[in-house]
């Protein structure tokens, strides 16, 4: 089906500019001071990586983990268990640990065993969101002319992993066309997120389709006009730079968008290197 660590790297991307939207969405009320750093090294000189961890105002952690299967849910807990505890242990404060299951995992283990005590994280299950409800409250405001929230662009890219009545493609497809009609930097991302989902949902003619409705939002414009402009060759060495420096593509994803090679994507990244 796809790598879902893929499917990890871009939700981390939107956590991490949505960060205060998708936590109202999920239903967690918390004031954040401030990011904190998420690798810890354990006694054994290891590097641990956790996904996303913020100091609360009431003086104690939250800590965020992105979750795409379920078929090591043991060794999952285990970890989470031990970012709470090196964490808690160098901070000297308190952690809670929020997992946030999506591709349509329900209803997971989140207690752990570990002999005189037990360690829970407690679970938000992305499925129980409904898409349909995401695309009738938000097409209801193109229509009256009202602009898109923070929060209305963060459901909007999560829509892929919701539940709903449409496929994941048809969800995908729907979401770049409803961001469409956007002419912001933020529907951009929204448009880089849904693609990447695609890429790791689709394939074949599937993700085709996806790959032309994205040609035909602002991004694919953008790359069409620039070529008109300036001449191909230039016009697509200019695309790929702009697509590099927002940081939201892979080399394969800008390969694709813009109709060269993924070793002609890394050429150009060098030569802008060199020059600079």
Request: a negative charge.
């Amino acid at each position: 089906m796809g790598n879902t660590k893929h499917e990890d790297a871009i939700m981390k991307m939107g956590f991490d500019y949505f960060r205060d939207n998708i936590v109202k969405m999920l239903g967690i009320d918390y004031e954040f001071l401030e990011s904190a750093p998420t690798e810890l090294v354990d006694l054994k000189i290891y590097s641990l990586y956790m996904d996303f961890t913020f100091l609360t105002t009431q003086g104690f952690y939250v800590h965020f983990e992105f979750q795409t299967t379920d078929d090591k849910i043991i060794a999952d807990l285990r970890r989470f268990r031990a970012y709470e505890a090196l964490y808690s242990h160098n901070k000297g404060k308190n952690v809670i640990t929020y997992v946030i299951y999506s591709g349509g995992i329900k209803n997971v283990q989140t207690q752990l065993d570990c002999g005189a005590s037990t360690y829970r994280v407690i679970p938000i299950y992305l499925t129980e969101k409904d898409a349909d409800k995401v695309f009738a409250r938000l097409q209801e405001k193109q229509e009256k002319g009202e602009p898109f929230t923070e929060e209305d662009f963060a459901e909007l890219s999560l829509t892929p992993l919701m539940s709903g009545s449409l496929s994941r493609k048809d969800t995908i497809k729907k979401g770049i066309l409803v961001v469409k009609q956007d002419k912001t930097d933020t529907s951009e991302k929204v448009t880089a997120m849904l693609y990447t989902l695609a890429e790791k949902f689709l394939t074949g003619a599937e993700l085709e389709e996806i790959k032309e409705a994205v040609r035909m939002t602002r991004l694919g414009e953008m790359i069409m006009e620039d070529g008109r402009k300036e001449g191909l060759e230039t016009g697509r060495r200019k695309i790929v730079l702009n697509m590099l420096s927002k940081k939201q593509f892979s080399y394969e994803q800008i390969a694709e968008l813009v109709d060269i090679s993924t070793e002609k994507v890394k050429e150009i990244e060098r030569e802008a290197l060199v020059e600079n």
